[in-house]
């Protein structure tokens, strides 16, 4: 396809959310809410305004659980967005309100209730938190369903159709509603100007496979609907109006990929050995337990990082004890002896819980988070801690903690786990008596005292996003100062050591389960320091068992002794490139 006189290729740099490669027509979709006219209403007319916004309401409800019950064959856990969506529709205190602004000044219900969701929405969106400025999509989400059934009472405005078939949809935003509405079919990709990887439209763009890409900022106002554009989901790329050039490099690059895909398929089954005969454990990161067909499909060697606040944050019934357990079991069966490590709530910094609203935090990420918000709430740790432990009696399970910056943080989360071993006991519940425990390392402090945590623990875990963002001061999510942040850092990769060979020292066990496990330029480091156990998502464990099966232990020691000696990252990110490069440069973009 030629590119238009007129045109000129424009790349603009996201983040990737979604794997993949899409390349079709732009379909642009707006997503400002809805601007009700200001109708007055007479005293009489209230009680069919009220009428009107029931219908609505009611109507709303059906759609939201009809997207429901399509999702819960395919993913319980995005199915449990609408859930979510379910409670905020139904929010009593919001309804109330409403009704109330409506006989009090005596305006339509489209412009009292778009009134009153614009404040909760702009409110949100003033947060300093990542995580709850990306609720207000969601009461958007619901909001637009209400107000476009309250001008389409026969719900006709659902049936939206696309302009072009293999569309990549842009954006300022899409709501979990939008994604799932369109006809998958006609969708080959999308792009953002808002998001974050956490966000509920990154996880079903994940769950549906459609290559994403979020955090864009702003698209130009000289794209049109219908311009060419490229998705990279791998590179987190949008390519406006991608010239020939560009399209003739990504078709060699989905060549490859297919090429690579096909060879990866035979790592499988295989064991997780460096070239001179190393073993290394090689295990998956998971949010939700729709990940678990994934995990054993790649050949994961058991879970590595169960996050598990990402289904906690979704549902407050989901905190029970019981559902907890049931779900914790549920992993645990389907790993088996390979084991999972489940870490306790790492609610805080971007992901703050909802009951903080009233109360954010100037700077959350050096706030109340992961084992500091645990030890304040002690009977919701407790409970999260009896659920693990009874899911334990049903698999291999490990318990880490999170955010820990001293001994006597950990020393108390094992004192409180003691207590709800001493309470299962006393009822006769059936726990391993053995379960394993382990602290994560993701900051400076605890990583120079390695020594000393290691003999409360059995194992270390460390957590790169963390380490990085707090040894190098770059807030992970500031666009602003992304560049700087580096996991090939000499001090990242420094206090890295420091912590394997403090594990070694004292007989206990070392992985790394941040997103610089499955870094491949970084994977010669993660060998050569003689880590143990390497966790990442389960999409690219074949690439790095690969990857790994490919160095030698020795070249690989002999590259971290060079590292120990410099003091620029770029200079420690050449060297690996250049190992990279000789040992898998198909793998290596």
Known sequence: MS?????????????????????GPTEMFGKALEEPEHVAVTEDQVAGEHERFEKAISLTREQIQALQKEMEGENEETSAIFE?????LEDAAVLDEVRRKVEKELKSIEWSYSIVIRRYVDALRKVPDAYLRERATDIQDVAQRVLKNLRWPDGNWQNYELSHENAVILAPDLTPSDTIAFDRNQISGFATE??????????????????AVV????????????????????????????????????????????????????????????????????SANIEFTSE?????????????????EFFYLDDENERTEKRQAEIYTKVAKAVGDQGVIIRTLDIGGDKLCPELLDHPEPNPFLG??????????????????????KASAHGKVRIMFPFISNAEELIRAIEILEECKDELRAKGIDFDEDLEVGAMIEIPSVALIADHLAKYVDFFSIGTNDLVQYTMAVDRVNDRVASLYSPTHPGVISLIRTTVEAAHRNGIWCGICGEAASDLLMTPVWVGLGVDELSVGAAQVLRTRRAISKLDTGACRELTEKIAGMGRARDVKEICRKMADTAYPDMVR
């Open 368 to 389: 109340w988070r992961g084992i500091r918000l645990s030890l304040d709430r002690k009977e919701e740790f407790k409970s999260q801690l009896r659920a693990i432990l």
């Open 292 to 308: 678990l067909e994934d995990v054993a499909r790649h050949g994961a060697e058991g879970i590595g990082l169960y996050r598990t």
């Open 84 to 88: 979510a969506h379910l409670l905020l």
């Open 215 to 282: 955090a864009l900022h702003h698209f130009p106002n000289s794209l049109a609907p219908g311009d060419q554009v490229l998705i990279d989901g791998y590179q987190g790329l949008c390519i406006l109006n991608p010239s020939e050039k560009t399209l003739e490099e990504y078709e060699v690059v989905v060549e490859k990929e297919d090429k690579l895909l096909d060879e990866l398929r035979e790592y499988a089954d295989a064991e997780t050995l460096t070239a001179d005969g190393h073993k290394i454990v090689l």
């Open 3 to 23: 590119l238009p006189a007129n045109k000129t290729e424009i790349r603009l740099q996201g983040i990737g959310v979604s794997p993949g490669i899409a390349i």
């Open 194 to 211: 808002a998001g974050s990887p956490t966000s509920h439209t990154a996880i079903m763009a994940r769950s549906l496979n459609i290559p």
